[in-house]
């Protein structure tokens, strides 16, 4: 086809893409009929390549009515351009309007509590029902109250069960591996009756879906004249029917812990399948909770109790662990990410 052939069906085509682009009345559509037509690969351009190709006596008139096309294509996208401008304006005019005045909802401004917040409120709650107090004390402490006071001697094989970080620099200083250096703590500092919990944060060096190096802790213990295994075993099922529910079990199974004599664990039957097995629970139809027993004397010893005259129970059990159960979270790590996606989806208020 001779170049003006060429034009007059580019023009013809072009008048076809304008009307179109016209009736959308969509600024984008302009950038894209000028891409079209005056892009690297546009119609225009090839043509404009293609005078090249024509001999010396043609070129002229071949030169002029490309570059006539080119000046009435250029043109009448400018004059898209312009229009495309009131199009904007008419497409942010037809949208729900904003009312700036509206005033603006608590709920989308005041955040959530991190669920480990919310979990240890709850227990905080309960256990300030059951008439406990709540303790503080050291994150970094020294051997004395993470193990030797708690009836753990240096090289006792217990050890290995908490994979402890040590302080550099120094032979007795670790990160506490379990809130029960609050029962050392407490008991050095005030007389029985005693009837504390102690939350916080511990370390041990664990990383995996269900493991990390730092997570929380509750700890709970009573001491007083005449304390026995039943008020531990009441006290055990009183708080974890609060949390979980009146419907679920509990249950004690024996166990060890240098501190505690007997020991045990406690477990609640699994929410999601209501103890028939599954895979949260392992199918076992139980979920384990955490640890507890009576104190043992060599602790009362430690801190100058008389183990004749006083008893006394302990229990301790992660939060995060609890956390997870509440909300369902597959990994336990997520709650340590920071991740805002994920934390904005809590309960915003906590009771
Ligand atoms: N401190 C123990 C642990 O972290 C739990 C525990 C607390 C066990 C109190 C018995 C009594 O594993």
Same mark, same amino acid.
């Given at each position: 086809?001779?170049?003006?052939?060429?034009?007059?069906?580019?023009?013809? &085509?072009?008048?076809?893409?304008?009307? $179109?682009? +016209?009736?959308?009345?969509?600024?984008? /559509? =302009?950038?894209? !009929? #000028?891409?079209?037509?005056?892009?690297?690969?546009?119609?225009?351009?090839?043509?404009? &390549?293609?005078?090249?190709?024509?001999? $010396?006596? +043609?070129?002229?008139?071949?030169?002029? /009515? =490309?570059?006539? !096309? #080119?000046?009435?294509?250029?043109?009448?996208?400018?004059?898209?351009?312009?229009?495309?401008?009131?199009?904007?304006?008419?497409?942010?005019?037809?949208?729900?309007?904003?009312?700036?005045?509206?005033?603006?909802?608590?709920?989308?401004?005041?955040?959530?509590?991190?669920?480990?917040?919310?979990?240890?409120?709850?227990?905080?709650?309960?256990?300030?029902?059951?008439?406990?107090?709540?303790?503080?004390?050291?994150?970094?402490?020294?051997?004395?109250?993470?193990?030797?006071?708690?009836?753990?001697?240096?090289?006792?094989?217990?050890?290995?069960?908490?994979?402890?970080?040590?302080?550099?620099?120094?032979?007795?200083?670790?990160?506490?591996?379990?809130?029960?250096?609050?029962?050392?703590?407490?008991?050095?500092?005030?007389?029985?009756?005693?009837?504390?919990?102690?939350?916080?944060?511990?370390?041990?060096?664990?990383?995996?879906?269900?493991?990390?190096?730092?997570?929380?802790?509750?700890?709970?213990?009573?001491?007083?004249?005449?304390?026995?295994?039943?008020?531990?075993?009441?006290?055990?099922?009183?708080?974890?029917?609060?949390?979980?529910?009146?419907?679920?079990?509990?249950?004690?199974?024996?166990?060890?812990?240098?501190?505690?004599?007997?020991?045990?664990?406690?477990?609640?039957?699994?929410?999601?399948?209501?103890?028939?097995?599954?895979?949260?629970?392992?199918?076992?139809?139980?979920?384990?909770?955490?640890?507890?027993?009576?104190?043992?004397?060599?602790?009362?010893?430690?801190?100058?109790?008389?183990?004749?005259?006083?008893?006394?129970?302990?229990?301790?059990?992660?939060?995060?662990?609890?956390?997870?159960?509440?909300?369902?979270?597959?990994?336990?790590?997520?709650?340590?990410?920071?991740?805002?996606?994920?934390?904005?989806?809590?309960?915003?208020?906590?009771?």
């Amino acid at each position: 086809m001779s170049i003006l052939n060429q034009c007059e069906s580019i023009k013809v &085509d072009f008048t076809n893409d304008q009307k $179109k682009v +016209e009736q959308a009345a969509v600024s984008s /559509a =302009v950038e894209q !009929l #000028r891409l079209n037509y005056l892009g690297r690969k546009g119609k225009l351009t090839a043509l404009m &390549d293609e005078l090249r190709n024509v001999s $010396k006596e +043609e070129r002229p008139v071949a030169g002029k /009515a =490309v570059n006539v !096309l #080119r000046q009435f294509i250029e043109g009448e996208i400018q004059n898209l351009v312009t229009q495309a401008k009131s199009w904007e304006l008419k497409a942010i005019l037809d949208r729900a309007p904003i009312d700036v005045t509206l005033p603006v909802s608590d709920a989308a401004h005041s955040g959530s509590l991190h669920p480990v917040t919310l979990v240890r409120h709850q227990l905080n709650k309960v256990f300030k029902q059951l008439g406990f107090t709540i303790y503080d004390g050291p994150e970094i402490d020294t051997d004395f109250f993470n193990f030797s006071a708690l009836n753990i001697p240096d090289h006792h094989p217990a050890r290995d069960m908490q994979d402890t970080f040590y302080v550099e620099g120094s032979d007795n200083l670790l990160l506490r591996t379990q809130t029960s250096n609050i029962q050392i703590h407490a008991m050095l500092n005030e007389k029985p009756p005693l009837r504390i919990i102690a939350p916080g944060r511990v370390f041990r060096c664990d990383s995996d879906m269900t493991h990390t190096p730092m997570f929380h802790q509750i700890e709970g213990f009573v001491v007083d004249e005449g304390i026995t295994f039943a008020h531990l075993k009441g006290t055990i099922d009183a708080f974890l029917k609060a949390i979980f529910g009146s419907t679920l079990a509990t249950r004690l199974r024996p166990s060890f812990f240098p501190f505690v004599e007997p020991g045990a664990e406690f477990d609640v039957q699994c929410g999601m399948c209501k103890g028939q097995g599954c895979r949260t629970c392992k199918n076992t139809g139980w979920i384990e909770i955490g640890g507890c027993g009576m104190i043992h004397p060599n602790v009362f010893e430690a801190v100058g109790y008389d183990s004749s005259l006083y008893s006394g129970f302990a229990f301790g059990f992660g939060i995060d662990r609890i956390a997870m159960n509440r909300f369902a979270l597959p990994d336990l790590r997520q709650l340590f990410e920071g991740d805002y996606k994920f934390l904005g989806n809590f309960p915003i208020f906590s009771h």
